[in-house]
């Protein structure tokens, strides 16, 4: 869903604009993510993960926490919230990946940002 809204412009102009940033910035922030997913898992696996990775920053409530169902009416919609709750499922019980894509591409992250760091004397 956020996917689709981030990429069809017309859609993306008809949101707020602080939403049209929260989607630009998560665009930028997981296309590395994405990539090393892709290698991995179906491409619609990688689009459930985009969207539960928008839907929790977005709805993500300290005091009542989120549901399984509730992410899953995020992303499909109030209608198909059991079909989002299904590919959400689908995602995590899916045998190929696990923690240590993420954690491979943070390291790399961690490690360009202190080389970056380090050129502009800030270490």
Not at 82 to 94: D, E, Q, V
Request: charged content about 25%; proline content about 2%.
């Amino acid at each position: 869903m956020y996917n689709n809204i981030c990429k069809n412009k017309a859609i993306l102009s008809t949101q707020p604009v602080q939403q049209q940033k929260i989607l630009w910035n998560v665009e930028k922030y997981l296309s590395s993510y994405l990539s090393s997913l892709l290698s991995l898992l179906d491409k619609r696996l990688v689009g459930t993960f985009y969207d539960l990775f928008v839907s929790i920053l977005l709805n993500r409530d300290s005091k009542k926490g989120l549901l399984l169902s509730e992410l899953g009416k995020y992303i499909c919609g109030t209608v198909h919230a059991p079909a989002g709750t299904k590919r959400i499922s689908n995602l995590i019980r899916s045998k190929n990946w696990n923690s240590d894509v993420l954690e491979k591409v943070q390291l790399e992250k961690a490690k360009d940002y202190v080389l970056e760091q380090t050129k502009l004397g800030k270490f």
